[in-house]
């Protein structure tokens, strides 16, 4: 499967531990975003990257979340202290640049009990 | 702000109706927009965007800047095109935000 992949699909984790997620983009996508989904809600921007450089975030983006994109490729997402209202799905898109179709992956659902 | 209203959750035709799935969207520049689909099971997918102004699938949309509209339409509905449908508006070269979504059912 060549398109974005996401890892883990599910994950369940207890209040107050800290969780990562992985997206590896198509190859040479230089755009990455990550989106979170609540059920009953469209996905809402989180962050995106252009190449490594993280160009914008949301204010839903608290202090207990972080993103990275090292080397312009794959990016993580990680929630610090996790609450019971950062469970959702977190999706991961790329596209190419600015102009151009943004592919989303399967998404990561997370479950905090 | 809300920037893309979808103001129907829930959809429901018949087979063989036509469908219209209302977006309108707040944004003072020149947006671009988009409609995306998911069926069931399967990943959020890009259905059409409006400066392409092509027909996929049958459906097609026609950004109205003097409404703020981007409603997507088919004359005749098909079973398989239930499925969940997201409005989303582009700013500039930025990220793009997407509405709550439309659940359509198509009932044979």
């Known amino acids: 499967d060549t398109g974005v992949s996401q890892d883990p699909r599910h994950k369940i984790t207890k209040r107050g531990q800290n969780v990562t997620f992985r997206c590896d983009p198509i190859?040479?996508?230089?755009?990455l975003y990550w989106y979170r989904q609540t059920l009953g809600q469209g996905p809402e921007f989180l962050t995106y990257?252009?190449?490594?450089?993280?160009?914008?975030k949301s204010r839903l983006l608290s202090d207990r979340f972080s993103a990275e994109r090292p080397k312009g490729s794959f990016s993580t997402l990680e929630i610090q202290r996790t609450e019971q209202g950062d469970s959702a799905m977190y999706l991961c898109?790329?596209?190419?640049?600015?102009?151009?179709?943004?592919?989303f992956g399967q998404g990561t659902r997370l479950t905090v009990v | 702000a809300q920037r893309v209203t979808q103001p129907e959750k829930l959809l429901s035709v018949f087979k063989g109706a036509p469908v219209e799935l209302k977006c309108n969207y707040s944004?003072?520049?020149?947006?671009?927009l988009f409609w995306y689909v998911q069926y069931s099971r399967q990943r959020l997918q890009l259905l059409l965007r409006?400066?392409s102004r092509e027909s996929i699938k049958g459906f097609t949309a026609d950004l109205n800047k003097g409404e703020t509209s981007f409603h997507l339409k088919k004359p005749f509905a098909q079973e398989e095109d239930s499925a969940m449908y997201y409005c989303?508006?582009?700013?500039?070269?930025?990220?793009?935000?997407f509405g709550a979504g439309t659940r359509l059912t198509v009932k044979p």
């Open positions: 898109a790329s596209s190419i640049d600015e102009n151009t179709e943004a592919f």
């Open positions: 190859s040479e996508h230089n755009r």
């Open positions: 990257f252009q190449n490594e450089a993280q160009l914008e």
């Open positions: 944004y003072s520049g020149s947006p671009e």
């Open positions: 409006h400066i």
């Open positions: 989303a508006l582009r700013e500039g070269n930025n990220d793009m935000r």
